[in-house]
């Protein structure tokens, strides 16, 4: 009995959807499929560690100084941990990029691919 229900578990997992989430400055959430960072190629290498199976979530953070619009953000990345269920043993790292670098998403339901810039947004969760 207990196998039984442990295959339909993992059948049901399995087959799930499971989208990334992008969540917007003013509470506004887009589920999807994250695809990659664009912008200078010096960003982009530093937010090549940011990888699905590595990553689970990323939060932006604006550096503005006396109210002028940023043109650097500190992009802080956490690390899936695979021990534990909470997110309190995951590290996290730090990179600082233009405002300018955009990310290019895929809308579920939406054939279209989106681009935010980083500016736009507080926060991505990245799916495993």
Same mark, same amino acid.
């Given at each position: 009995?207990?196998?039984?229900?442990?295959?339909?578990?993992?059948?049901? =997992?399995? %087959? @799930?959807?499971?989208? /990334?989430?992008v969540? #917007?400055?003013?509470?506004?959430?887009v *589920?999807?499929?994250?695809?990659?960072?664009?912008?200078?190629?010096? /960003? %982009? #290498? @530093?937010?090549?560690?940011?990888?699905?199976?590595?990553?689970?979530?990323?939060?932006?953070?604006?550096?503005?100084?006396?109210?002028f @619009?940023?043109?650097? =953000?500190?992009?802080?990345?956490?690390?899936? /941990?695979?021990?534990?269920?909470?997110?309190?043993?995951?590290?996290?790292?730090?990179? %600082?990029?233009?405002?300018? %670098?955009?990310? *290019?998403?895929?809308p579920? /339901?939406?054939?279209?691919?989106?681009?935010?810039? #980083?500016?736009? *947004?507080?926060?991505?969760?990245?799916? @495993?």
């Amino acid at each position: 009995m207990h196998e039984s229900s442990h295959q339909k578990l993992n059948f049901i =997992l399995g %087959t @799930a959807p499971m989208w /990334d989430r992008v969540e #917007l400055k003013g509470s506004k959430i887009v *589920l999807g499929e994250f695809l990659e960072f664009k912008g200078k190629q010096e /960003d %982009t #290498l @530093a937010l090549k560690q940011i990888k699905r199976s590595k990553v689970d979530r990323i939060s932006i953070q604006q550096t503005s100084m006396l109210g002028f @619009a940023p043109s650097r =953000l500190q992009v802080r990345y956490s690390y899936r /941990d695979y021990r534990s269920e909470g997110r309190s043993g995951s590290e996290s790292k730090e990179v %600082t990029v233009r405002s300018s %670098t955009e990310v *290019l998403f895929q809308p579920r /339901d939406s054939t279209k691919i989106k681009k935010f810039k #980083l500016s736009s *947004l507080l926060s991505i969760s990245l799916s @495993a």
